[in-house]
């Protein structure tokens, strides 16, 4: 079956734009999450959604990144006033079921980069 | 803080060969260790998890072991093959925080 989708794949935006980045977990997974990725490093968390319960907002590194998941589907992850260390790959994944949720599936991520 | 963190950043071993990639952690209330493996341009690729009260899980050419007195854990990959050269992440799962707390990667080159 389809797997989770990201779009754009790429996206180049000035500093201090607005972007906003779209996720489609896959059909029927409950938990949804956002994280970013540096050049060369791992995955740094970002925030969690499961199911109809109040988001982990815990790993936002700041007031300018927001997130939000509509109908328990698909979510957007909001930077505002982008700066140049807000470039990375930002990746989202979803799991099926809060028993497996360290089972989590990516998609392909979208390429942010600040000029 | 928290941290789980690698030995090596880059692994080469030729195509063939049995592959040893090692993690070190430092938390020890998590649940699950998990092993991704990214390859270029494309998001992680769940491999293979272990419940943290197992010290030993097999899958298909992959094992992963988990030594909880030294806090180590290792992915072993039989017969490497050219397909398996990527990113390897280990990561962690705990009660606390049901996201992953991830490493930061090796890389492994497989020779042909």
């Known amino acids: 079956g389809a797997g989770v989708s990201q779009s754009p794949s790429n996206k180049v935006t000035e500093k201090g734009k607005d972007v906003e980045l779209r996720c489609d977990p896959i059909?029927?997974?409950?938990?949804l999450y956002w994280y970013r990725q540096s050049l060369g490093q791992g995955l740094e968390f970002l925030i969690y959604?499961?199911?109809?319960?109040?988001?982990?907002k815990s790993g936002l590194p700041s007031d300018r990144f927001s997130a939000e998941r509509t109908g328990g589907s698909v979510s957007t992850l909001t930077i505002q006033r982008t700066q140049q260390e807000d470039s990375a790959v930002y990746l989202c994944?979803?799991?099926?079921?809060?028993?497996?949720?360290?089972?989590?599936?990516f998609g392909p991520g979208t390429r942010l980069t600040v000029t | 803080g928290e941290s789980v963190g690698l030995h090596l950043p880059t692994l080469s071993v030729q195509e063939g060969d049995n592959s040893i990639i090692n993690c070190a952690y430092s938390n020890s209330a998590s649940d699950y260790f998990i092993w991704y493996k990214q390859e270029s341009g494309k998001g992680p690729q769940f491999i293979i998890d272990?419940?943290?009260?197992?010290d030993k899980r097999q899958g298909q050419r992959v094992t992963v072991l988990l030594n909880k007195t030294v806090k180590h854990l290792s992915l072993q990959i039989a017969a490497t093959q050219p397909g398996d050269s990527a990113v390897y992440f280990c990561?962690?799962?705990?009660?606390?925080?049901?996201?992953?707390?991830f490493g930061s990667g090796t890389r492994l080159q497989v020779q042909p």
């Open positions: 994944a979803s799991s099926p079921r809060p028993s497996r949720d360290y089972e989590q599936y």
């Open positions: 059909s029927g997974h409950t938990a």
């Open positions: 990561a962690e799962i705990h009660t606390g925080r049901r996201a992953l707390t």
């Open positions: 272990i419940r943290s009260n197992m």
């Open positions: 959604f499961q199911g109809n319960s109040a988001p982990d």
